[in-house]
Nanobody, 126 residues
Framework: QVQLVQSGGGLVQPGGSLRLSCAAS????????IGWFRQAPGKEREWVSC??????????YYADSVKGRFTIARDNAKNTLYLQMKSLKPDDPAVYYC?????????????????WGQGTQVTVSS
């Protein structure tokens, strides 16, 4: 049974950092692409980042709004996905979700992902 269990998140000041974790079970994390989405109140769920399945080359992708500030990474030994967020801005607060569609590549539409974590709140406030 595929499960994604998230941890991390919380309150941080503007310019601060947070790390989100997503522990996977029921499948081998590096065999499939997995990504992060976020959803702010009143807005649609937004694709944030994705890491492809491991192969000859592992690809990482980022939305323009987070490029250079967020880093997606995978710990295969722990079967856990991370999102390191730095230089957090007032536009970043949302509920963040990890998700996988059990594909080798990275779709950007939420409908392409069949398995979701429970979500974790990120708040940026002084």
């Amino acid at each position: 049974q595929v499960q994604l269990v998230q941890s991390g998140g919380g309150l941080v000041q503007p310019g601060g950092s947070l790390r989100l974790s997503c522990a996977a079970s029921g499948f081998t994390l590096d065999s499939y692409a997995i990504g992060w989405f976020r959803q702010a109140p009143g807005k649609e769920r937004e694709w944030v980042s994705c890491i492809s399945s491991s192969g000859r080359t592992t690809y990482t992708y980022y939305a323009d709004s987070v490029k250079g500030r967020f880093t997606i990474a995978r710990d295969n030994a722990k079967n856990t996905l991370y999102l390191q967020m730095k230089s957090l801005k007032p536009d970043d607060p949302a509920v963040y979700y990890c998700a996988t569609g059990l594909r080798s590549w990275c779709p950007r539409l939420p409908g392409e992902y069949g398995f979701w974590g429970q979500g974790t709140q990120v708040t940026v406030s002084s």
